[in-house]
């Protein structure tokens, strides 16, 4: 497998170093990215490098998933507008090792495998490191005129924020964490962000001038959307890997709700599908757009790859349960924690238990519980057949609820016409 151009036909390719491809078709090549752990989950914008290392496993190179405890403590300018606040020791080991629990699902950590991916950490080697021994072994070997020809640095100077001392040493120790895996882990390559070019070719500088190597590097074009907005972010913030702070139902929205132009774009970067596939599944979408089968084929994809098969088949029903002729028979297999994720963002409200044990009338109901402004208008709809619950018309026949109307023996999900649900708990 050419591995530069199965990714430049899924345009993973920004900018490469020459020599790159030949060295990868030559040996086997230990290459390496940095994840920045400032949380204890990484999100999909972290999705790019890890299908990068992916794909250097996949042909057969050596990935090293490098977390920056050492970076983390400083910061990286790239990109930002401002100084971030910096974290502790102890947060940044416990970051660590969410990373690592996410990495092990997509790449093979296997020990004594030749290709084996492996994680380091740059506080490792910097912990021993005095300021002046670092000034003096690497610091003499860059130029500031080098530093300050980068633009990350050039526009944080030109802001009225401006930039610490310590922001400004950030790609000095980046391109430090190159030379020491040169060094230490025979590590050729580095890959990452189309912003973190600057810092990756310090890093080559450095292993040029202080161990007399050659290194190499490419990246990928940030991710961006068809309309402007910023690749994975929601109204409630990041699309995150972990399911605990985004649920694998929100997940799989996520991607089936991306515009024609990003799925046409996404399906080669963010899945392993092959091309002849790829190709096949844009020809069917064009034929029949309305149909989304680009979408559906992007957010199976994914929410397999970082979830679960079975996580995916929920998230499907869960989608017919808000958007398709799910019963109330699907309803009541759905675990409490299950339909809570389905309804998150839904209007909720609360009752009293006892008012359902003598009956509570639905038209009430329905007024009471702020479903409608009032009685008059709940009974109108309720009699023209606009009315659900828990997934099924109420008839005119309908006309109280009981305890056996409950879900989980504690919600009841209200529909008002077609696309307005409102969830009631019953305390």
Not at 161 to 174: A, D, H, K
Not at 183 to 190: A, F, G, R, S
Not at 255 to 280: C, G, M, Q, R, V
Not at 295 to 324: M, N, P, W
Request: with cysteine.
């Amino acid at each position: 497998m050419n591995l530069i151009e199965e990714l430049t036909w899924r345009g993973m390719i920004q900018d490469i170093m020459p020599g790159t491809e030949e060295l990868l078709q030559k040996e086997i090549v230990s290459g390496y990215i940095g994840f920045d752990p400032t949380s204890d989950s990484l999100h999909i914008g972290s999705l790019v490098p890890i299908l990068l290392l992916v794909h250097l496993q996949k042909a057969g190179h050596k990935p090293f998933a490098l977390v920056g405890g050492a970076t983390g403590m400083v910061g990286d300018p790239t990109g930002k507008s401002e100084e971030r606040n910096l974290l502790s020791e102890e947060v940044l080991q416990h970051n660590q090792r969410g990373v690592y629990n996410q990495l092990v699902r997509f790449l093979d950590f296997t020990p004594g495998k030749p290709n084996a991916a492996e994680m380091v950490n740059n506080y490792d080697w910097f912990k021993d490191i005095s300021f002046l021994q670092f000034i003096r072994d690497a610091g003499k070997h860059i130029t500031v005129n080098y530093m300050m020809s980068k633009d990350s640095v050039r526009k944080r100077l030109d802001s009225e924020v401006g930039m610490s001392f310590t922001e400004f040493t950030y790609q000095l120790i980046q391109g430090y964490d190159f030379y020491w895996l040169y060094q230490h882990k025979h590590c050729k390559l580095q890959m990452g962000g189309s912003d973190q070019w600057g810092n990756i070719l310090t890093g080559t500088e450095l292993i040029r001038r202080k161990a007399g190597g050659e290194a190499f590097a490419f990246t990928c074009p940030l991710i961006t959307k068809a309309d402007g907005g910023k690749f994975g972010k929601t109204e409630k913030g990041n699309i995150w890997l972990d399911p605990k702070k985004t649920s694998p139902y929100q997940f799989y929205q996520f991607w089936l709700n991306a515009s024609d132009d990003d799925a046409k774009k996404w399906i080669k970067i963010f899945t392993l599908l092959p091309k002849k596939d790829i190709e096949a599944l844009i020809v069917q979408h064009d034929a029949a757009p309305h149909e989304r089968a680009l979408q559906k084929k992007l957010a199976e994809e994914l929410t397999c790859f970082v979830h679960s098969r079975g996580d995916y088949e929920f998230a499907v029903k869960a989608s017919d349960i808000l958007f398709g002729n799910a019963t109330t028979a699907i309803l009541q297999t759905l675990t409490e924690e299950q339909l809570l994720q389905v309804m998150e963002g839904v209007p909720a409200t609360r009752i009293q238990r006892s008012l359902l044990e003598a009956g509570y009338d639905l038209v009430s109901f329905l007024a009471d519980t702020g479903v409608f402004p009032s009685k008059g208008e709940a009974r109108k709809m309720w009699q023209a057949g606009g009315v659900g619950i828990n997934k099924e018309k109420a008839g005119t026949d309908k006309t109280a609820l009981t305890p056996g109307d409950l879900l989980q023996q504690k919600y009841i999900l209200v529909q008002k016409g077609k696309k307005n649900y409102f969830l009631v708990k019953v305390v």
